[in-house]
């Protein structure tokens, strides 16, 4: 799987465009806000976008989704359906942080725990990591060995769970339960700063240390 990460928004959130080198077919993760900028990244990489992918919905994860959803004629997918309120709460999550209003925003397709995602000819897998939200899900590449983590992970840190039913136990069960296992060697992409390794954060993340 190739990835380009674009920061986007005053959050620097990591919107990642994914796409299947054969197939140069992709998907944009995450596109917080920035939707022009977007659309000139997806441009100069040479993608085509078939399909916007969420991981939670904190605004500055989904500002742009309905705009580039419009924009190239493809479905909405995820988060998981327990983020309903967060994605229908997004005029007073724009209110909250000062921004443009956005608009409630439906998925096409909410997803699950154990569901797959197909990107040309990658197929992501979809787990269920609440936490920094309750419907917070992650997409996993075994082939790439790369993860897309959301803010649930990220290199010496994790998730705020200070947000409306957000739990700090559960985040942490869901990094140790069904993050760590797939591997030390496992590359993730987080929803802001720089990349990091499993292994890495199991051995020196000081949230996971206890």
Known sequence: ?????????????????????????????????DAGRIKQEVDAQGVTVTQILLTHGHLDHVGAAAELAQH?????????????FWLQGLPQQSKMFGLQECQPLTPDRWLEEGDTVTVGKIRLQVLHCPGHTPGHVVFFDA???LLISGDVIFK???????FPRGDHNQLIASIKNKLLPLGDEITFIPGHGPLSTLGDEKRHNPFLQA
Request: glycine letters at 10%.
């Open 1 to 33: 799987m190739i990835y380009h990460i674009i920061p986007v928004t005053a959050f620097a959130q990591n919107c990642t465009l994914i796409g299947c080198p054969e197939t140069r077919l992709g998907a944009l993760v995450d596109p917080g806000g």
């Open 143 to 145: 082939s790439s060995k």
């Open 72 to 84: 190239y004629s493809v479905p909405v997918v995820g988060p998981q359906k327990e983020d309903e």
């Open 156 to 162: 010496d840190s994790v998730g705020r769970t200070d």
